[in-house]
């Protein structure tokens, strides 16, 4: 794959659609400053790309009822292709589960989830984490607060 070469108004763009991906075209034109037919191509050109690994609406967590985050670290009992396969099509079924990393270290697996109070948490960790295929080992820390949380890449 050859690398993708940005010059100063794609970087422009990237940064004004990551701000607020819901302008519309002749908006962003404007604020750089382009034709808005000489934009929608740029723009076209960049989703093409593969920059842009979509685009979504980000919501409030605890507006959407979810009070608190939890780091989970999970170790598994054996470190094979078709266990992490498994544990990974798991993963992906849970949506309360926002982010799962494979890590390199202690422990194998990184996830993150949201839950509703400590009675959600507590029913997450026993009937869904704990019961991933290969666990063998949970440590978890809680966010007390969002200190910064982006989506933002610095293009």
Avoid: W
């Amino acid at each position: 794959m050859r690398e993708l070469q940005l010059d100063d108004r794609d970087r422009q763009i990237l940064n004004e659609l990551q701000n607020d991906g819901r302008l519309s075209n002749a908006d962003l034109a404007e604020r750089v400053n382009l034709s808005p037919s000489a934009c929608l191509r740029r723009v076209n050109l960049l989703l093409e790309s593969g920059i842009v690994a979509g685009t979504h609406l980000v919501l409030d967590e605890k507006v959407a009822g979810f009070a608190g985050t939890a780091y989970v670290f999970l170790t598994l009992a054996e470190q094979g292709a078709e266990i992490f396969q498994a544990f990974e099509t798991r993963v992906r079924a849970v949506p309360q589960i926002q982010e799962c990393y494979l890590v390199a270290g202690q422990t194998d697996y990184m996830i993150r989830v949201v839950f509703a109070d400590m009675a959600d948490l507590e029913r997450l960790h026993a009937e869904v984490i704990s019961r991933l295929p290969g666990v063998v080992q949970i440590r978890s820390a809680l966010a007390l607060r969002t200190v910064k949380r982006t989506t933002k890449l610095p293009i």
